[in-house]
């Protein structure tokens, strides 16, 4: 498993990040091109968060598939087939304007982009060793802010000085480099390798039909959704809030948006360097894990209130600031825990659960967030809401639902009753 060359764990991590990044850039393309439909094209913000929301659900119930599909097939075809698919439907969104076919490129990107984070797992899995994977897991997390940070300001110049149709031309041909550099590097390794033991041995232990019997299985799908629910208020809505809340300009609006995932990429590599120091200093995996994921989503939890009640654009953006930083120091602690917990033959699936978990509460952020913009005026309450959300399901499920990782689930389920 991990035998490979530190020139090619690079390359790997490289691909796990930019597979990440420009995900997000074709997310957040609509993010910014969202105040432009609002204004010229008759969209409510109701509406528009019934857009976004749509591609959560499309990526929510592709991942019951995904993940067990990309055990089954293995990362060397799901994660190419997923970044293009994801690629196509992104650049086909620059046809029209009308709600129903541009919801339907919009759920087909959500489908594409399902088999990337149950991929990346696998591969992480088979790649690197327990005690160097946070910092791995933060680097391939990070690549989602990194991807916010540049597909912000990149899509506003775009968006000012070509026209919408041309944001997503561009982002979508992004996935085309990444394909060919893909099928260029990665080496899959043989059947029974990548830290597997003979299959028989593995399903003796736990099934994928099995999995949702066990108490951390639970814990990391409401702590998901917990997480996700205030990541995506900010991937989907900041760039809005700016312009709707602050009435700052498009362009403006490309460089301060920027910044909180800018604050969100260093903590989330910081967050796994400083969990892979401790783990290797002899902490246990379980105390880890759990303290990051719960002070990181309690401090965004604080930050988030903070700035609901800011009444200056630039102390409001501060404290929003501050709530990414936080939520990414978590980042690498809440998605290695999939990780740590299942047997390598079922990672894929479990992280699969995790996600589905996860996105099936956030798939709601965009839309609730819309619907309580409409109702007050404001983003006070949505942002409130959000608060609330990651307190009550992340900090609890984390820090009080998820069992032991210090051991892989066992067909008993003892490792999950302490």
Known sequence: MNQASAAYRWNIMLLLASSQAIAYVDRVNLSVVGPELIKTHQYSPARLGLLFSIFNWAFTLSLLVAGSFTDWVRPRLSYPLGVATWSLATAMCSLTTVFAPLAAFRALVGIGEASMIPSGSRVIRETYERKNRAVVVGTFFAGNKIGLTLGIPFASVVLVNWGWPWVFYTTGSLGVIWVAWWLAVYRAPPRGDAGDRPLEEAEAKIRWTTLLKYRTTWGIMLGQAGYLYIYYVFATWLPGYLVLQHHLSVLTTGVVGMLPFLAGTACSILGGWAADRLIAAGRRVTLVRKGFAVGGLFAATVFTIAGAYSPEAMLAITFLTLSVASLSFSTAAVNS?????????????????????????????????????????????????????????????????????????????????T
């Open 337 to 417: 825990m999939p990780i740590d917990a299942a047997p390598p033959h079922i990672v894929s699936s479990l992280v699969s659960l995790q996600n589905f978990g996860g996105n099936l509460g956030g798939s709601f952020a965009p839309i609730v967030t819309g619907l309580l913009v409409s109702a007050s005026g404001d983003f006070t309450v949505p942002l409130l809401v959000a608060a609330g959300v990651a307190l009550v399901f992340g900090c609890g499920s984390y820090g009080l639902i998820v069992g032991d990782l210090d051991r892989e689930l066992q067909a008993s389920g003892r490792s999950l009753a």
